[in-house]
């Protein structure tokens, strides 16, 4: 069914969930069974795309998404067929094809996934900590975003916040990692965009959300 662009609510909807892997990457909190079970809450098109993963992880990660997705569709719009088959623009970023102004991202890493819906364009990034490995941090970033980095009380934190940030803005333009990394944060960029950030240093992980508010 379609969705009225009228009928777009003006609020978000940001929801993170938090599951744990082992040293085998195998999850502990959700069985490879109950992830099983939860697949078969998906509607067949998204059933079998994430069957095509054969890795446990990546099934529960795609699988917890959706549902946060379907879950904040039916709390935001129960009038809308949250189980449409996403359309993709031309870098991969999903939509709806029946309701292009209604916005959502999904994002996961191996300890939380997570999903924003919006009324505006919108990007959301997961990252559990990364190593600040001087290679990658001066290839992602620009000369104050390292510097600040390397002095930080903890530079693999301070490096996934800013790595959170720059994935969050690529999600919302839906471009994909293109162009100039380091850049990413600038003023320019940033107009009319309203980026947060939240750092769980005891669960492990960081994310950042952008909402492009003006339009």
Sequence with gaps: SSLDKTKVLQQAFLIVCKFTFNKNIDITRYTPQEIEDLMQ?????????????????????C???YLQLQLGLKKLHPDFNSTEEF???SHGKPYFRSA???????SHCKMAVGCIIEAFPCGLDIEHFRQAKETLVRHTMNEAEAEAI?????????FTRLWTQKE???????????????????????KGIELQSMVLPEKGY??????????
Excluded: C, M
């Design 41 to 61: 809450q998906l509607p067949e098109w998204r059933r079998k795309r994430i069957q095509e993963y054969k890795h446990v992880g990546r099934r529960a990660e």
């Design 63 to 65: 699988t917890l998404g």
């Design 206 to 215: 960081a994310y950042s959300w952008a909402i492009q508010k003006d339009i």
């Design 100 to 106: 292009p102004q209604l916005h959502f991202n999904i």
């Design 150 to 158: 390397f002095l930080a009380e903890e530079p693999d934190i301070a």
């Design 87 to 89: 359309a993709y623009n």
């Design 168 to 190: 969050a803005i690529l999600k919302l333009k839906g471009t994909g990692i293109t162009g100039n990394l380091q850049h990413i944060l600038s003023k320019e960029n940033l």
